[in-house]
């Protein structure tokens, strides 16, 4: 009896643990900004690697992310996609800039592995924001 009593004590936990976890995750795609208007620009893509700037003007490291999450998205045929936003076009600092690899083979070939993903295609994000 009183073994069972334990391991139905244990599931409950458990269960609890894990709806706690649902819920802070659920939280956390709450937060996540919506992306800002932006210009692209600068865009060169041959195919196999990518790059563009976008011009976000009131840029914060939140939304730079946002925008280059939302650009993210659109990329279709490229294995490795570098996504930079400054605040304007003729800015050579950046707020954020994402490095995309399209699969851990794409990220090995031309990151040397940096781009780590639980899911692909993955995004490392270096935001340093030098103005903000």
Request: net charge negative.
């Amino acid at each position: 009896m009183r073994t069972r009593t334990t391991t139905a004590l244990t599931a409950a936990a458990l269960l609890a643990t894990l709806t706690a976890c649902d819920g802070d995750q659920e939280a956390k795609n709450v937060d996540t900004p919506k992306p800002p208007a932006y210009t692209v620009a600068n865009k060169d893509d041959d195919g196999k690697r990518g790059s563009v700037d976008l011009v976000v003007p009131d840029a914060t490291v939140d939304t730079a992310k946002a925008a280059i999450q939302d650009y993210a998205k659109s990329i279709d045929g490229p294995e490795n996609y570098s996504i930079t936003v400054v605040r304007s076009d003729a800015d050579k600092t950046y707020v954020c800039m994402g490095e995309w690899a399209k699969d851990q083979k794409a990220s090995d070939i031309y990151t040397g592995g940096r781009i780590k993903g639980d899911t692909w295609p993955a995004i490392l994000m270096n935001c340093p924001d030098p103005k903000g």
